[in-house]
């Protein structure tokens, strides 16, 4: 096989489709907000986000499948952020036996045998009169500068990546996020801040990525090249590297993706994305056998 017929093949391993995921996704979804519309005191809108809104998803490395929501409450007076979450919390906190609040959102966890498989994050957001979102940040027992209302816009940064490129070339796009979100998954813890955040890898994508095609094949039909088109975005991510990387949301609030990063953690992302180049390249020569390291064992020998 080519290369590049291995990465399609990997691809396919690493889509997350309605046979190993989406489907029990959906149903886990509606369970919550079947939920949350008993207990809540507020009616509310919801919408989803995040990689399965976004068609980036891949299968977790370590089984637990994840669904982002979008809660919307509204109107002209807007309580404090952590009333409004308590809305959301006190109305699914009995609905598992594992439901937490974290800072940007409600999780909702679901267990077989003890082990997490499923959760669903809910982000809370408040809806003026003018149609804006606003995201309610803070933990349960949070204070001051720790809880805000934080000025947002999901469904604009959503209509981006779905909307960017076309056919094929959109299709690689795509390919190449969920190519590095499996190495994100291999290489990196699945706690904390020490990993690139999901949503970060998107944004560079939509920053630099730019589709690569090898030639044409007999039918006429050009023939694109995942290897060198994810070699030039982890080039361009290493270029775009001071003392760290800076990757900012293109839509409000404008942040830094990789904010919560220390400068340890960054400096661990650089290395990893230097090895990740350096295998890509060796590769690109010839020992293609370094992509089972870089991205896993799911890559085909």
Not at 57 to 65: A, E, K, L, S, T
Not at 175 to 188: G, Q, S, T
Not at 230 to 249: E, H, I
Not at 263 to 272: A, K
Request: with cysteine; hydrophobic share 40%; glycine share 8%.
């Amino acid at each position: 096989m080519s290369i590049q017929s291995n990465f399609l093949t990997f691809h396919q391993t690493i889509l997350l489709s309605d046979d190993d995921g989406r489907a029990n996704l959906r149903e886990k979804r509606e369970r919550v907000l079947r939920r949350l519309r008993l207990g809540s005191p507020r009616s509310f809108d919801s919408f989803n986000q995040g990689s399965y809104a976004m068609s980036t998803g891949i299968v977790p490395v370590n089984g637990d499948y994840d669904i982002d929501v979008g809660v919307i409450y509204s109107g002209a007076q807007r309580p404090d952020p952590l009333t409004v979450k308590g809305w959301v919390y006190e109305a699914v906190k009995d609905h598992t036996s594992d439901v937490v609040w974290r800072r940007p959102c409600i999780t909702v966890w679901y267990k077989s045998g003890g082990r997490r498989i499923y959760h669903v994050d809910l982000a809370v957001y408040w809806q003026d009169a003018w149609g804006r979102l606003s995201l309610a940040v803070g933990k349960q027992h949070s204070s001051g500068a720790h809880v805000a209302w934080l000025e947002s816009d999901p469904k604009g940064f959503i209509e981006q990546v779905k909307g960017h490129l076309s056919g094929e070339d959109r299709a690689q796009f795509r390919r190449v996020i969920r190519y590095l979100k499996r190495w994100k998954d291999v290489h990196f813890p699945s706690e904390g801040n020490a990993a690139p955040v999901g949503i970060g890898i998107t944004v560079a994508a939509l920053q630099w990525f730019q589709p690569v095609k090898a030639g044409w094949r007999a039918e006429g039909a050009s023939q694109y090249d995942d290897l060198a088109a994810t070699q030039a975005l982890v080039r361009s991510m290493r270029s775009a590297f001071g003392a760290r990387l800076s990757v900012r949301l293109p839509v409000q609030p404008f942040t830094d993706v990789f904010e919560r990063m220390t400068d340890q953690q960054m400096l661990e992302f650089r290395g990893r994305l230097e090895a990740l180049d350096a295998n890509l390249e060796r590769a690109r020569l010839g020992a293609s056998s370094v992509l089972k390291t870089a991205f896993g064992e799911d890559f085909p020998a």
